[in-house]
């Protein structure tokens, strides 16, 4: 079973995207690539945006979580947003849960270590810290859901 | 930031800087915005470290906010638990009452600075830290051990909400 994931980090004033991915199968990654450029990450910022504001006022009672979710034919994109306004996105298969708890344990196990704790680090600007990216790639890498196809 | 762990280590250090002694007012000028800036920048930073340590979710309004600030945040980092006091009719201002301040524990103002606000790093703290959960905060010293009063009291006030902005160009 194959399994794509793609981590994305942002603030929600300033469009400083952080992007790092990694694809499990390697003739998909061409078309991540081109997939994944800033254009399109500004595009994801503002579907997110719509979508979050658009589920608040639809809801009957007040949202708890809010937007979770949502899934197409070919992949899922999970959520999860903390109160300060980091936005944590994940694609997965469509196979794969609710990963609500292994996004919150991204942010407060790698985020917050290695980028709210790192002084070199500043907040407001894309994350070039290269442990950060060696720990969120072990991190993806170590989840129970991430197979890798093997050719 | 290396200024702000310096600050940090600085409030640890009784207040002797005889260099900057001689600048008088002017320096005291600095030392506020000095202590406030450094304290919004340790705020900034302290409150994704308290939500990632804490899995308190989203306050509905001010005075959980107040609550979780007194009896959480306080208590994990200071390991004091102030008192919610003194709330405004219109329940957007209120007191947070301590009565040992952990910063100003061994501290002794010298004889030339005795007006100074010792705490007001503790002002910028929060004020960084709510304005990351999208509350624009008034914060400021009511009563100071260090001025002789019998406890450190800090007011904040809820000026408004931030709301989260497209940023520019995106519409």
Known sequence: MVTLVCCVMFKHIYVYIYIYFFVVVVEVLMFYLSFLSLQEFKLMYGMLFSLKSFIKKLSPTDV???????????????????????????????????????????????????????????????????????????????????????? | MLRTESTKINLMRPLGQPALACAGYRWRENYYSHQRRGGYNIGVRIIEDFLARTNVGRCHDFRETADVISKNAFKLYLGVTPTVTNWSPAGDEFSLQLDSN??????????????????????????????MVQMAVDVRIVQDTLQGDLQTELRLRFLRRIEESMPAGEE
């Open chain 2, 102 to 131: 952990p910063l100003a524990e061994f501290v002794e103002l010298p004889d030339n600075h005795t007006g100074l606000s010792y705490s007001s790093l503790l002002c910028g703290v929060l004020r960084g830290a709510l304005e």
């Open chain 1, 64 to 151: 708890k979580e809010g937007f979770l979710s949502y899934q197409t034919s070919k992949y899922k994109l999970h959520y999860y947003e903390t109160p300060t306004g980091i936005k944590i996105v994940m694609n997965t298969d469509i196979a794969v849960g609710n990963v609500r708890d292994v996004l919150q344990r991204a942010y407060s196990t790698i985020y917050v270590d290695f980028v709210v704790r790192n002084p070199l680090c500043s907040l407001d600007e894309p994350i070039q810290s290269e442990l950060f990216k060696q720990k969120i790639d072990a991190f993806v890498r170590g989840l129970p859901f991430f197979s890798a196809r093997v050719t």
